[in-house]
């Protein structure tokens, strides 16, 4: 299999159990659930597994870039959607320039291989 989709698969799969790991923090009511903050712990450390993975053929900081960023974009999305969280404009903005961001790495900067 192709090493670069390997590990844009693994990043995804980071990506996912991050997204997962974060939703369960705000489950765990601060550690005082023991079923979410056991899931939590699992998902955040299957997440650095796969990033490690992903390190493999990506570089360290765009990896990180895609990572944190759509992780934040992800997260934002559960917290309006499952949590009933309101974002404002400045919080729309802001997560409109974290897509620039991803995008512009991703499609025109050399820096996203080897």
């Not at 670069?4 to 990506?15: D, P």
């Not at 489950?27 to 650095?48: D, H, K, N, W, Y």
């Not at 895609?66 to 917290?79: A, E």
């Not at 404002?88 to 512009?104: F, Q, R």
């Amino acid at each position: 299999m192709n090493p670069i989709f390997t590990a844009y698969a693994a990043l995804a799969t980071a990506i996912v159990c991050e997204v997962t790991g974060t939703s369960l923090l705000q489950r765990s009511e601060q550690f005082t659930r023991a079923l979410p903050t056991i899931g939590m712990i699992v998902c955040f450390a299957a997440s650095l597994f796969f990033l490690s993975l992903a390190l493999r053929a990506i570089p360290l900081g765009v990896a990180y870039a895609i990572w944190g960023g759509l992780g934040i974009i992800l997260t934002s999305i559960i917290s309006v959607v499952v949590f009933r969280f309101t974002l404002d404009v400045w919080a729309i903005v802001g997560i409109g320039l974290i897509v620039s961001g991803v995008l512009v790495m991703n499609l025109l900067s050399n820096s996203a291989t080897h």
